[in-house]
């Protein structure tokens, strides 16, 4: 399975981006999908996932300002990314997280998408 991630870019502070990433094939077992973001000299974090189900998790920094959704039927994941700040520059990853009780559970990555937010 590959995670093909697109919408990065540069935008200006307070500015709006949305990141797209889509699975290349089906995932049976999917259990969540999200984003993660790394920036220079940092530790990679969590930004924001959503469960098949419709559970959500945000990184603190970004609760009000970015929305995660899915597509569970084509196995998308978006991220709605408004009032940018600086400290949102990364490089934002997707991930995948398909899970057969007892079985396996496996994490998948996409290539990563750089976000840069400077005027």
């Known amino acids: 399975v590959q995670l093909v991630e697109s919408g990065g870019g540069l935008v200006q502070p307070g500015g709006a981006l949305r990141l797209s990433c889509a699975a290349s094939e089906k995932i049976f077992s999917l259990h969540d999908m999200g984003w993660y973001r790394q920036a220079p000299g940092k530790e990679r974090e969590l930004v924001a996932a959503?469960?098949?189900?419709?559970?959500?998790n945000y990184a603190d920094s970004v609760k009000g300002r970015f929305t995660v959704s899915l597509d569970s039927a084509k196995n998308t994941v978006y991220l709605q990314m408004n009032s940018l700040q600086a400290d949102d520059t990364a490089v934002y990853y997707c991930?995948?997280?398909?899970?057969?009780?007892?079985?396996?559970?496996?994490?998948?990555w996409g290539q990563g998408t750089q976000v840069t937010v400077s005027s």
């Open positions: 991930n995948a997280h398909d899970v057969f009780p007892g079985v396996y559970d496996v994490d998948y």
């Open positions: 959503i469960t098949v189900g419709g559970t959500t």
